[in-house]
């Protein structure tokens, strides 16, 4: 059973500070990673996607994979209050169908 | 460019009715997902399809569900003899080929009496 691991927070940060979200995987073989962000009642929106191990930075948001680790995250800089939202972990191997595994998500809490 | 729509966005319908629930990906994305959402929960995979390959329903909770989709376009999610159990949101996202990142549409609340 491939399964996505996250803290279910939720996480509170005062504004202006860095949060950072954390990702857990078991499939070693898993290649595609994708963070995404749920505000309540609406559908998911990709943030950040990341393929290889290192850094990946988009504006206030960095990805970092580490696949020896199984371990992948999600650091957002500068934090406002509508940054506040459930993130979500998203992990896709190259087998099994290229089913994406979406962990249960991370409430942010952004205080102004 | 258009981005993935969803068709209802809201279906309230009686215990027993069957539903059709509707998707239209972004033009040229040949991987289609069809996700189910309850009230405070996460992600639930029900079926993919990835252009002209055999679609994985593997998440499909029952033999009340089935979905179908034409080449590279439209899809349709089938619930027959709906359940109280079924009300949630249902997703669709699409990607560019199966390696690549998913756009998701709004979705369609569907609410089971």
């Known amino acids: 059973q491939k399964e996505v691991e996250q803290n279910s927070g939720p996480l509170s940060v005062p504004e202006g500070a860095i949060a950072s979200l954390n990702c857990t995987y078991s499939?070693?073989?898993?290649?595609?990673f994708f963070w995404y962000r749920q505000y309540s009642g609406k559908s998911p929106e990709l943030i950040m996607s990341i393929y290889s191990n290192g850094d990946k930075e988009d504006g206030r948001f960095t990805a970092q994979l580490n696949k020896a680790s199984q371990y992948v995250s999600l650091l957002i800089r500068d934090s406002q209050p509508s940054d506040s939202a459930t993130y979500l972990c998203a992990v896709k191997g190259d087998t099994g169908g290229f089913k994406t595994i979406f962990g249960a998500g991370t409430r942010l809490f952004v205080k102004a | 460019g258009a981005g993935v729509s969803q068709s209802p966005s809201n279906k309230v319908t009686e215990k027993g009715k069957d539903v059709e629930l509707r998707c239209d990906p972004i033009s040229g994305h040949t991987a289609l997902y069809w996700y189910r959402q309850r009230l405070g929960q996460g992600l639930e995979f029900l079926i993919y399809?990835?252009?002209?390959?055999?679609?994985?329903k593997s998440g499909l909770p029952s033999d009340r569900f089935s979905a179908e989709r034409t080449g590279e376009s439209v899809s349709t999610l089938t619930i027959q003899r709906t359940q109280q159990e079924d009300s949630a949101v249902y997703l669709c996202?699409?990607?560019?080929?199966?390696?690549?990142?998913?756009?998701f549409g709004p979705g369609t609340r569907l609410t089971v009496t």
């Open positions: 996202a699409s990607s560019l080929q199966e390696y690549y990142e998913q756009y």
């Open positions: 399809f990835q252009g002209n390959s055999a679609p994985d």
């Open positions: 499939d070693r073989v898993s290649q595609s």
